[in-house]
């Protein structure tokens, strides 16, 4: 089976960063994906990882280790519009599962 | 505007119908997905499709099929429609077929099965 663990809810202040985590589970590994939802909008691709290390990508990047199952996603100076779920998504052989989203809410 | 079309919008249904969704992918994008997201299961990947061929397959119910068609446009069928099937479908396209292609996602139909 595959389980993808991220935290429900986050909440930050506008300029700060925060790193918000993902675990998983999986028995043929493909690599994992980090999406951005806003409410009543598309999910878009932020990042994607298959080895081990962090991606860096503007104001965000993404960490993986596969050994341990563990991933996050960094945002720094964080802007109101950041306010959004974050969605870890794991690509397994012919399957992609994803966590259920943590919504991180920034406050002024 | 991501580049992918999906239509319609919004489809209100009664239980046992059977409806179709058509997604149209960016221009160039040969792969299509199609996703399911309610608000007790979240975001789930149903199928993948690359240059008219099954790819990848997720969590996809036998009730539901899917197909790509020539032009790369493709249709997602839902039948034997239940209650629970009511959720937003997205449809997504990329360039390529693996795994760690960047995919841009349509904004959805919103199914009511009522």
């Known amino acids: 089976g595959q389980n993808i663990d991220q935290p429900t809810e986050m909440t930050a202040t506008e300029g700060a960063i925060v790193q918000i985590n993902c675990t998983y589970q999986?028995?043929?590994?493909?690599?994992l994906f980090w999406y951005q939802q806003h409410a009543g909008e598309a999910p878009t691709f932020l990042s994607y990882n298959v080895l081990d290390g962090l991606e860096e990508k503007g104001r965000f990047s993404s960490f993986l280790s596969r050994s341990k199952g563990y991933s996050y996603l960094l945002l720094k100076e964080l802007q109101m519009k950041d306010s959004a779920s974050y969605l870890c998504a794991v690509r397994d052989n012919n399957d992609m599962r994803f966590g259920a989203g943590t919504r991180l809410t920034v406050k002024p | 505007d991501s580049g992918v079309t999906q239509t319609p919008k919004h489809l209100i249904t009664a239980t046992g119908q059977r409806v179709t969704l058509r997604c149209s992918p960016r221009s160039g994008d040969l792969s299509v997905y199609w996703y399911q997201q309610s608000l007790d299961q979240g975001l789930q990947f149903l199928i993948q499709y690359y240059n008219g061929e099954e790819r990848a397959k997720g969590n996809i119910l036998e009730r539901f099929s899917a197909q790509q068609f020539p032009d790369l446009h493709s249709e997602l069928n839902l039948s034997s429609l239940e209650l629970g099937d009511s959720a937003l479908y997205f449809c997504a396209s990329s360039v390529g077929g693996g795994p760690s292609t960047e995919a841009f996602f349509g904004q959805g139909t919103r199914l009511t099965v009522v």
């Open positions: 999986t028995s043929g590994f493909n690599g």
